[in-house]
């Protein structure tokens, strides 16, 4: 067996996105949200089968996926490679927008259902050393938790460091499958334990991908790789500008370097 990056657009959508198997996304989220009894995900519809920009300018290729269950809530899951400027407002308005579009004006607010956004990072977002996180809105003072509608779940990747032989609940599982699966080459005995992450597996391997499915998904890692890239030499530009100022003031080439990040061979090149 060999299984691709779940990180990849085409990976990811085809996992989470599948609205004829969708047994991976309703473990997924029952997983990252802590749902149990009559609060699990039973069943999903897609809601966005097509994705699509959703503000001027944004790239459609945001791996996201929206679903509702059967009970009427909303979920986002997303997929988030590079942190970027006003990340944690973009999410906050995204989800904030689709829990008032449910109901039209003159429509009651009691129709409104709770709204949530699962985001996958492949960078530290938070400041503890927890990889996972949920996010309410509660007292300040007594920690009530009367505004139940809008909660926010990270799962954030770097931080997670967990062995195949340490994991525990059932995020931990997800966690590894969507950090490690590209590493393996069986099926690990705990995805027997959850029908939803066995057809993960199963729908990550290679082997069941047509040649069609193959050619998108290496398009989709040049395109990832080529974004990275665009990201990296930015960084690169911006640090050799301050680098500039510095050594126009005369700052030491020490300081300049540890400031930067720069060698000394760019530096005297400045």
């Keep these: 067996m060999r299984f691709v990056d779940i990180k990849n657009d085409i990976a990811f959508r085809k996992i989470f996105g599948n609205e004829q ?47 509702t269950d059967q009970a009427g809530r909303k979920f986002v899951v ?22 008032s579009m449910q109901i039209n004006r003159g429509e009651d607010y009691p129709l409104l259902n709770p709204a949530y956004f699962i985001g ?23 920690n009530e938790h009367l505004l139940k509608d809008i909660e926010f779940s990270f799962v954030e990747l770097p931080k997670f460091q967990l062995g195949l032989d340490d994991l ?12 490690h699966a590209e590493e393996l080459n069986f099926i690990p005995d705990y995805a027997n334990e959850d029908e939803g992450l066995k057809t993960a597996f199963v729908e990550a391997d290679k082997h069941n991908w047509s040649k069609d499915d193959l050619i998108a998904y290496d398009n989709a890692s040049i395109a990832e790789q080529d974004e990275r890239g665009k990201i990296t030499a930015a960084e690169k530009k911006r640090a050799k500008e301050i680098a500039r100022e ?12 540890n400031s930067t990040g720069l060698s000394d061979e760019e530096i005297v090149e400045l």
Excluded: C
Aim: glycine fraction near 4%.
């Design 21 to 67: 198997k969708s047994a991976p996304l309703i473990s997924f989220l029952n997983a990252a949200l802590e749902l149990e009894g009559d609060k699990r995900v039973v069943s999903v519809t897609l809601t966005n089968p097509n994705l699509f920009p959703r503000i001027a300018g944004e790239k459609a290729s945001i791996l996201d996926v929206r679903a």
């Design 78 to 99: 997303e997929m988030q490679l590079a942190e970027k400027d006003g990340f944690d407002k973009r999410v906050q308005y995204y989800l904030s927008r689709d829990y």
């Design 120 to 142: 996958i990072l492949d960078f530290e977002f938070s400041k503890n050393g927890h990889y996972h996180t949920r996010h309410l809105i509660l007292d300040k003072t007594t």
């Design 168 to 179: 525990e609940t059932p995020i931990d599982k997800w966690a590894y499958f969507i950090k």
């Design 246 to 257: 510095l050594k126009k003031n005369g700052v030491d080439k020490e300081i300049i370097k």
